[in-house]
């Protein structure tokens, strides 16, 4: 018996909102994937942003970006008010890209906010111009966690980027 293609999608999606229970990188990560570490020592650049610069939080996520990542936001971009985030993912063959949201309160708890997926890729490229609406993150320091779902269902995270959140009117 085959699965259909929408029974599959289904399975890879919930496979990304499980995973997205857990914190995705951690100060007890090695990052053994061999991703690189894209956090700078001390605060990131200058930023119009509340709450605590994302390299700072209290609850222990490190900024990382895989090797197989070309294309990925600049820190403090904003995002959540439809401006795209964009991740160039060359190591895609098949998958599905997603994405979770949290941010970074005064006192540096990192608060999970949304997630989503991106669109089909234009080659091995993802854009995403959701909405955030009624958040209390608007304006703050954002951290972006960045996974790719395979066909069998194994989830890997790709990057965690810092942004700034917007919220949409």
Known sequence: ?????????????????????????????SNSDGGTD?????????V??????????????????DPSISQSPEYGQVWGDGSP???GYDDYTSGTLGYEISYVQDD???IPVTGGFFPDPEGTTFTSTDLLFNSASDGYYGIVDVSITTDDLAT??????????????
């Open 1 to 29: 018996m085959t699965a259909k293609p929408s029974l599959l999608l289904l399975l890879a999606a919930t496979a990304v909102l499980l995973a997205g229970c857990t914190s995705p990188a951690t100060s007890d990560s």
């Open 85 to 87: 985030l964009v991740i």
């Open 38 to 46: 894209s956090s700078e020592e001390g605060s990131g650049p200058s």
């Open 156 to 169: 890997e995270y790709i990057g965690a980027y810092c942004m700034v959140l917007a919220i949409s009117e």
């Open 108 to 110: 540096g708890a990192v």
């Open 48 to 65: 119009d942003a509340k709450g605590t610069p994302c390299e700072e939080n209290s609850s222990g996520v490190e900024l990382f970006s």
